[in-house]
């Protein structure tokens, strides 16, 4: 499990590395394509590193809104909030924030930089469609995540995949709008236009790939380290059965945030692309694994 948290926070500055990286080379391309100077690959490199602080720092922020998660006191729902705490006290954690979302899908999340600086969303369907000893492991698997670092680096990869999108868009604005001295005042430059459109083709592919940079691995040891810190395997595979099962999906699922679920939001969708592509673990995989502990 260390060596699980260690893994994580290098593939975390690794993922900022590559970021700024690959944000500083279309910057040289826009920049030889507009002969605009070293400006803009130096305004590029800036943005760059701005947007990975913005993503360490306010990553959670985005994903609870764009969720659309409510956080909530001791007193609001002393139920879910105590059992919080417990599971806490037994991972030697501090509590985190505690948010509910209002939907019947069951499902939850867990985000934040580290232990000292996070939130749990749950929602409201968990909470009445799940037995104790289910919602006791789901809420142990999100903990896990905390536990695991594996938040960092989940909510690093939300902003990585909005650039991405972002910087898609602004090669084909710029292609059909005119891209700067070289073309001469004949349309877009013929490498703007080329690396235009290679951004519009890859960067759905690109942002899938820096989502399985979050291993899918990290599931399966949030299972297992979820179950030994409810010392009950079976509570949680069962709550898994019946996300499996469930009807009801999530109304504010988004592409950007669905790894950070304990099971994708687009579940039961006849999304082919979406379900081929996920970052998570087959349901049923993970419920012969816990049984297996069992």
Not at 21 to 34: E, H, K, M, Q, R
Not at 38 to 53: E, W
Not at 104 to 110: C, D, P, V
């Amino acid at each position: 499990m260390y060596n699980q948290i260690d893994s994580n926070k290098r593939k975390t500055w690794l993922l900022i590395v590559i970021f700024i990286v690959l944000i500083s080379v279309l910057g040289y391309f826009l920049d030889y394509a507009t002969e605009a100077g070293s400006g803009i690959l130096i305004i590029a490199i800036v943005i760059s590193i701005l947007m990975s602080l913005f993503g360490y720092f306010s990553g959670d922020k985005v994903a609870l809104m764009t969720a659309g998660a409510k956080q909530i006191k001791p007193n609001d729902n002393p139920y879910v909030y105590k059992m919080v705490e417990n599971l806490c006290i037994t991972a030697g954690l501090p509590t985190p924030k505690v948010h509910l979302i209002e939907d019947e899908a069951i499902n939850a999340f867990a985000t934040g930089r580290d232990p000292k600086h996070a939130s749990i969303a749950i929602t409201t369907g968990a909470i009445s469609r799940l037995e104790n000893e289910e919602l006791e492991g789901v809420i142990a698997h999100e903990l896990s995540h905390i536990k695991n670092y594996d938040i960092r680096l989940m909510t690093v990869v939300i902003v990585l995949v909005g650039i991405i999108a972002l910087l898609s868009d602004m090669f084909l604005r710029m292609t059909f709008f005119g891209g700067g001295k070289r073309d001469n005042g004949k349309g877009g430059h013929p490498v703007l236009l080329i690396v235009g459109l290679v951004l519009i083709v890859l960067s759905p592919i690109i942002a899938q790939l820096i989502k399985f940079a979050v291993s899918r691995k990290r599931e399966y040891l949030a299972d297992a380290a979820g179950s030994l810190l409810t010392r009950y395997p079976e509570g949680l595979a069962k709550a898994l059965e019946k996300i499996k099962n469930d009807q009801a999906v999530l109304k504010r699922a988004n592409n950007a945030t669905a790894h950070l679920y304990i099971s994708s939001p687009f579940r039961g969708t006849k999304k082919f692309l979406a379900n081929a592509f996920s970052t998570h673990p087959p349901l049923e995989d993970r419920v012969i694994k816990l049984r297996s502990m069992a």
